[in-house]
């Protein structure tokens, strides 16, 4: 049995989408960090992965916030890994996203990428409106999602690049002998009083 790199082979994943899909294109995979957390319970509800973007809107490192009276200069911190400078960090949340089918785990690939400003400048892409992150309906936000995963699959040559999202946590633990993840602390943002 060989062990499994999970963030290794969503890694590979994450190139080939962005190869192959050209709504991802803008992006380039050595800037996003892609790391695993873990969650207390297997449950398929609540939280599969999140993104975390290292730079606030227009691609600024520093922004003002006003809390009551009080303004405050906020800012990102600078995030190297392996000598190259990390604009998002993607975070799947194991095993719940494991335990997910298979096309609702690409589904959440895409999601994430899809946050990816089409700039690629550290921010997320911002719809009109209040709900700025997913636009006017997260429903139909997934709903796109699916599409460009159905389009995805049945263009793939090479469907055994997806073998590695077969099945739960428990028969992936039956085929590996274990299965590791790169674990990154999320940065946090300085806050300082203007």
């Known amino acids: 049995m060989t062990t499994l790199n999970l963030t ?29 957390s873990t969650t207390r319970n297997g449950g398929i509800h609540g939280t599969y992965a999140k993104i975390h973007p290292l730079r606030f809107e227009g691609g600024a490192r520093t922004t003002t916030a006003r ?5 405050f200069t906020c800012t990102m911190p600078e995030v190297e890994y392996g000598g190259t400078q990390i604009l998002y960090l993607i975070y799947f949340l194991v095993p719940r996203f494991l335990n997910l089918p298979l096309r609702e ?46 389009t995805h699959i049945h263009g793939l040559e090479e469907k055994s690049l997806l073998a590695f999202l077969e099945g739960g946590m428990d028969e992936l633990r039956l085929r590996h002998s274990a299965i590791v993840g790169r674990k990154f602390a999320a940065p946090r943002m300085k806050v300082d009083p203007a």
Do not use: W
């Open 8 to 36: 290794g082979e969503l890694e590979r994943l994450i190139g080939g989408i962005v190869r192959l899909v050209p709504e991802f294109s803008h992006i380039d995979p050595q800037q996003l960090l892609v790391c695993i």
């Open 105 to 150: 785990k690409l589904i959440t690939v895409f999601h994430e990428l899809y946050h990816v400003s089409p700039l690629f400048n550290g921010d997320l892409r911002r719809f009109p409106g209040r709900n700025f992150a997913h636009g006017s309906s997260t429903k139909k936000y997934n709903a796109l999602m699916g599409k460009l995963v159905d």
């Open 67 to 71: 809390r009551g009276r009080r303004t």
